[in-house]
């Protein structure tokens, strides 16, 4: 008989807590309850229709059924560039500040094998995206979680991370607008980390998936704008939140050629690129006249605006989110994250996800996502009032 053993990196991994959470989801709708699910990060609107056709076209184009470049076809990574220098003001040479990624997790999760020794430490900023610290963990290297507190604007405090860690980090991950505290970073954070970078020799990980999802006029920075910022780090990217194409994993990474060329030839040795046909289609939603853009941002602002007028009505305390289709929210006295995410599954029918799930720091929060409809949105509200809690 067999004996399947899996390797000691899954053993390492943190429990995952949404698992839990799935399970009861599912047990809620069995009952028949008609649950609002605004728990996942996943845009319910379709693609633009000018994608879906020009990916229709090359898809019938033979030259492009064949394997793909591994760091993506020359007139993508081009695209990649044009929009930087239009939308950012940042200056890329496509050819080798560019990879393209098979959707920017994708990347995350390859990096620290292309720089990570064992025993090298990273720091993660926590609650985050959970991919930072496992993808860590793969490459044997150690996170050393930077807790993201209110006080601080959710922004990790650079200044108390001992003297020791600082020795042995080799790289940072940050992400500005913020998955899932929906917070922002300002130009002169962005500076002091590029010193810090410098200083401590700490290569940067930007996550700025959010890049282009924000409200009032807001454009959040790209940290590659930062002076100094191509000598330390890179920045990843994607079309999924900013086009509403999650499922169709494309996505890149820019900056420092040397980061680039290294990720580059780890994925050259995993992976084999990027169906050509969508790089085709990925350029043309680069191609965007920006009127789609306001129509989407116009969407989330109002959802935004329904549902924060809506918790700031019941008392539940948020901070209007300048960025993201998040809003967090912290729980009520007498609950944690976890009973307060039960009560409003089980008592409310909604699901949202717990702080916690993102990481320690992250506990007395839970996070709501804008991807329901405004009345929708507003039927989760009056349920929370007539419930109570
Ligand atoms: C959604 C998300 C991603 C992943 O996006 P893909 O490009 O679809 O892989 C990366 N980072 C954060 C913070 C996200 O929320």
Not at 289 to 313: F, I, Q
Not at 325 to 336: N, Q, R
Not at 350 to 364: K, L, M
Request: glycine letters at 8%; aromatic letters at 10%; proline letters at 7%.
């Amino acid at each position: 008989m067999l004996k399947i053993e899996k390797a000691e990196r899954l053993k390492q991994l943190p429990p995952y807590l949404f698992a839990e959470l799935d399970r009861k989801k599912d047990a809620v709708r069995a009952k028949g309850v008609d649950v609002i699910d605004i728990g996942v990060g996943d845009p319910d609107q379709p693609t633009p229709d000018h994608i879906i056709d020009s990916l229709c076209k090359a898809a019938r184009e033979p030259r492009f059924h064949r394997y793909p470049s591994y760091s993506g076809m020359n007139d993508f990574r081009k695209a990649v560039a044009v929009w930087y220098q239009k939308r950012l003001g940042v200056t890329l040479e496509p050819l080798k500040e560019v990879v393209s990624l098979i959707g920017s997790k994708e990347g995350i999760a390859h990096i620290p094998l292309a720089f990570i020794n064992p025993g090298d430490v990273v720091l993660v900023p926590s609650p985050a995206y959970p991919v930072y610290k496992t993808a860590t963990i793969f490459a044997d290297g150690i996170p050393y979680e930077m807790p993201l507190l209110k006080e601080n604007g959710f922004l990790p405090d650079l200044d108390i991370i001992p003297a020791e860690t600082l020795k042995k980090a080799k790289m940072i991950f940050l992400n500005y607008p913020n998955n899932p505290t929906a917070a922002t970073a300002t130009p002169e954070f962005f500076a002091k980390v590029v010193a810090f970078a410098n200083q401590h020799n700490i290569m940067v990980c930007h996550d700025y998936a959010y890049s282009e999802m924000a409200y009032d006029g807001y454009q959040p920075p790209s940290f590659l704008a930062t002076p100094g910022a191509m000598e330390v780090g890179i920045e990843f990217h994607s079309l999924s939140k900013t086009y509403n194409m999650t499922g169709w994993r494309i996505g890149w990474a820019a900056g420092n050629r040397e980061i680039v060329a290294g990720l580059g030839q780890i994925k050259s040795n995993i992976d084999s690129g990027i169906f050509e046909a969508i790089q085709i289609a990925g350029i043309e939603a680069m191609r965007d006249d920006d009127a789609w853009l306001a129509k989407m941002r116009a969407l989330y602002t109002e959802r935004r605006n329904v549902l924060v007028a809506g918790l700031d009505k019941l008392g539940l305390k948020t901070i209007a989110p300048k960025a993201t289709f998040y809003v967090w929210v912290e729980v009520p006295k007498g609950y944690d994250s976890a009973g307060f995410v039960s009560h409003l599954l089980e008592k409310c029918g909604i699901c949202v996800t717990p702080g916690n799930g993102f990481g320690g720091p992250g506990e007395g929060y839970f996070r709501m996502a804008l991807t329901v409809g405004k009345e929708r949105l507003q039927e989760a509200l009056d349920r929370i009032a007539k419930i109570g809690f």
